[in-house]
């Protein structure tokens, strides 16, 4: 995760907090996932969330405070040089994706 605000960086390579990257990527959850509280019980999961949070690039909603999911937008970008794209290409969350 990278906030393009301050530059910070969250990097995580647990197979936890991947699979709930690649949950919220899916079309259609528009960067947005349900987490139901045994998931975040999960160690890793736990501390990346707190992480996100404590670094303001990501948060916790009650899905009782809404009819819908929230509005998230996420940036997409059009990497056209190929070095660029092979930084963006090492992540897993992205290998469900076509470019």
Do not use: C, W
Not at 45 to 69: A, C, P
């Amino acid at each position: 995760m990278y906030n393009t605000l301050d530059k910070v960086t969250i990097e995580s390579d647990k197979a936890e907090v991947i699979e709930l990257l690649e949950e919220m990527l899916q079309k259609g959850n528009y960067g947005v996932a349900l987490l139901p509280n045994k998931n975040y019980q999960n160690k890793n999961i736990h501390t990346f969330i707190r992480e996100l949070r404590e670094k303001y690039m990501g948060d916790i909603i009650e899905v009782n405070l809404s009819k819908g999911k929230p509005v998230q937008l996420l940036p997409f970008y059009l990497f056209m040089e190929s070095n660029k794209f092979e930084i963006y290409k090492k992540q897993n969350f992205l290998r469900k994706q076509t470019f």
